[in-house]
């Protein structure tokens, strides 16, 4: 290949909007702190795959930390989610929805903003394709549903896989702000 062309295919992946994400580990972990470390590194796997995989305008380097204080987790716009000591909540369902909050979801003023007036030009006819003209997008204490995974029981490979594809409409509307 010709070197410019070999360079080109090299950087190409870059262009790609991608998520990212790193487990930050303490030096000498206890045998609790390396157990989470391991359920959460594959929640946050699955996850991170499955965006990648449906959400191309989803593009952040995400900072995971296990913080047992936490009652569930939590996750915020500036790329950083805290998972607690309750394992049920180190699942792919709790990392989606984490995710989700990270890209902006309850956590920017255009989120407020198309939540209040429905503007959702991309994001809402997307929903409607699979749940009918009747289908709305609900917004309420920093969340929204249907399709946001705020309990484990919303989780399904087809539930999760239009959580991606809805959030990754939220970002073509202006989600991020
Ligand atoms: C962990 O979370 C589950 C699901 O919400 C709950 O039923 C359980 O009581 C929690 N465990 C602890 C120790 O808080």
């Known amino acids: 290949m010709h070197p410019i062309a070999t360079l080109i295919w090299a ?4 262009a790609t909007a991608t998520l990212t994400f790193q487990v930050q580990r303490a030096s000498n972990p206890s045998a609790d702190q390396t157990d989470a470390y391991g359920r ?6 699955a996850a991170v795959d499955r965006y990648n995989r449906l959400a191309p305008h989803a593009n952040k380097a995400l900072t995971i930390q296990y913080v047992p204080s936490v009652p569930t987790a939590d996750g915020n716009f500036n790329g950083n989610i805290r998972f607690g ?7 792919e369902r709790t990392a989606l929805h984490e995710i989700a909050h990270t890209l ?15 503007n959702w ?4 006819p997307l929903l409607r394709s699979w749940d009918g003209q009747g289908a709305v ?10 399709y946001g995974l705020n309990y484990e029981n919303e989780f399904s490979q087809a539930n999760a896989d239009r959580h991606c594809l809805l959030v990754d409409a939220m970002l073509v509307d202006g989600l991020a702000g």
């Open 121 to 124: 030009p991309t994001a809402l």
């Open 104 to 118: 902006g979801v309850g956590q920017t003023r255009a989120f407020d903003d198309k939540c209040a007036s429905g």
């Open 137 to 146: 997008i609900n917004c309420g204490g920093g969340h929204f549903w249907p």
């Open 40 to 45: 959460i590194e594959a929640a946050m796997r």
């Open 11 to 14: 950087l190409a992946p870059l």
């Open 85 to 91: 000591s309750n394992r049920s909540y180190m699942t």
